[in-house]
């Protein structure tokens, strides 16, 4: 009678390296056995999964007039997937470690919340709040951002917009509505907010999770960061480092970098980048300046979309750069 055949490694070995696959190639080996067909749904993995991500920053970038997705990164390259398993048209509004939060086109006020790599989603219930509260000035939220904890069970979808009760004009209150997947419930609250109304395309839809709360940056006669403490529903506006000018030729763009909050600043050839060295006191600090020259034709239309470490995601609306910081 023969031995057993001893696989050729542990099985902690052999989870390491399917985490570190493309989503496309991990469902791909899903045929391979039966313990590799239920990996990407159990919770061990997935949050092995993501923590690999978040080390290394993935950018998603949407395919124009198809459901394809493509993600970079420097841990698994270039790898597509679809969003096709919404059986909707849906468009991204915000991301988090590893999930989207994603509205759909044909049906306004149906989101959801998926992971691409796992395939899983949850469509969120409507809120009693809802029928009766009006975004201004087209009935959808101005600001919408997700939070989520790696390692942590359940996450946050924050909608956020000046409100109009009957006619076209707002009335004065912003109104947010926070929904908690661990209760599974929408709650309300509402703020008289000023001078929040300095939103472009791309603010908007840069809204970065640190420190347990949102950032968006509003560029309203002057700039300054507009923050959401989660756990307390209290919202903050937070300062820019003192050299940064807004207007004038000069572009500014909200990230992460590290777990920290951070700003870069693109201006004729230059790029500047700081970090938020200590949140309570606002501290910042600068982590590099950049010449653009050798990219000097494509920086007025470009614009950066995340970074490392090493790297600077620079984008323009037909291509992506990744551009080294030394």
């Known amino acids: ?12 070995v052999i989870l390491q390296i399917l ?20 990996l990407p749904s159990e919770s061990y993995f997935v949050t092995l999964f993501n923590q690999l991500s978040v080390k290394e920053q993935t950018l998603v970038a949407e395919v124009p007039d198809s459901s394809t997705l493509i993600a970079v990164d420097n841990l698994r390259g270039v790898s597509e997937f679809s969003l096709e398993f919404l059986r909707d048209r849906v468009r991204i509004r915000a991301s988090c470690n590893g999930l989207l939060c994603c509205a ?26 809802r029928p009766v509260t009006r975004f201004y000035p087209d009935g959808e939220a101005t600001l919408v ?3 989520c904890d790696v390692g942590k069970k359940g996450f946050y979808v924050v909608m956020a917009g000046y409100h109009r009760s009957f006619g076209h004009r707002p009335d004065g209150s912003f109104v947010c509505l926070v929904f908690d997947s661990e209760s599974n419930k929408w709650r309300k609250f509402v703020s008289g907010l000023e001078d929040c109304g300095g939103f472009t395309h791309m603010s908007k839809n840069q809204v970065v999770f ?12 002057f700039c300054y960061v507009l923050a959401l403490d989660l756990e307390h529903d209290v919202w903050r506006k937070v300062s820019l480092p003192d050299e940064i000018s807004c207007g004038g030729g000069n572009r500014v763009y909200l990230l992460e ?24 006191s606002e501290s ?3 982590v590099d300046s950049v010449s653009l020259r050798c990219i000097k034709g494509l920086v007025p239309g470009i614009f950066p979309i995340c970074q490392t ?13 990744p551009f080294a910081a030394p």
């Open 1 to 12: 009678m023969g031995n057993p055949k001893v696989p050729l490694f542990p099985d902690e």
């Open 19 to 38: 985490a570190r696959l493309p989503v496309k190639s991990l469902f791909r080996f899903k045929s391979v056995c039966k313990s590799w067909h239920t």
């Open 104 to 129: 759909s086109v044909p049906e306004k006020g149906v989101y959801y919340v998926c992971n691409p790599s796992t395939r899983e989603f949850r469509m969120l219930p409507r809120s009693r709040e």
């Open 145 to 147: 951002g997700l939070a």
């Open 210 to 221: 640190v420190e347990g709360r949102l950032h968006w940056l509003i560029m309203s006669g």
């Open 257 to 280: 970098l590290d777990g920290f909050l951070s700003v870069i600043q693109l201006s004729d050839v230059w790029m500047k980048i700081w970090k938020m060295r200590d949140y309570e």
């Open 284 to 286: 910042w600090c600068v």
């Open 309 to 321: 470490g090493e790297y600077v995601f620079l984008a323009t609306h037909k291509q992506l750069t």
